[in-house]
């Protein structure tokens, strides 16, 4: 799979806010948070469900991986999606594993596995 989600039984604001300080504790910080619900409908369209994206980086590990492979650039920052679907609230991302696999890298590939491996470790102390 591409992705890597959980559901919790915090709302939104609960979420965000356990995900930040687990993040902190591996040295990530959130960059951004993009509010797609809110961007939407400031445009005039519809769109009910709470969306929001956060960009999240460790600079010590992005400056690692662009070493190695100037292109990894292009999946810089990782993002961490919190989100409401049917009134549950999930944390989730795509896997950095899965998007590493386009560049031909072992040494990108067994970065991408540490950053992926410590990324789920905080979502999963955030639910």
């Known amino acids: 799979m591409f992705d890597y989600t959980v559901a919790t039984n915090k709302n939104i604001k609960e979420a965000i ?5 687990n993040l902190k504790e591996e040295k990530f ?7 797609i619900k809110e961007k939407l409908q400031e445009k005039g369209l519809e769109f009910d469900s709470d969306y929001l994206v956060l960009e999240v980086c460790n600079p010590h590990e992005a400056q690692k991986v662009l070493k190695e492979n100037l292109l990894v650039g292009y999946f810089l920052p ?4 919190v989100y409401n679907d049917n009134g549950k609230t999930n944390i989730g991302m795509p896997r950095p594993t899965a998007l590493i696999n386009l560049v031909n890298n072992e040494e990108v590939k067994k970065l991408a596995r540490d950053i992926e491996e410590r990324l789920m470790i905080c979502i999963n102390k955030s639910i």
């Open 78 to 81: 990782c993002k961490i999606v």
């Open 17 to 21: 806010s356990s995900l930040e300080i």
């Open 29 to 35: 910080g959130v960059l951004w948070m993009f509010d």
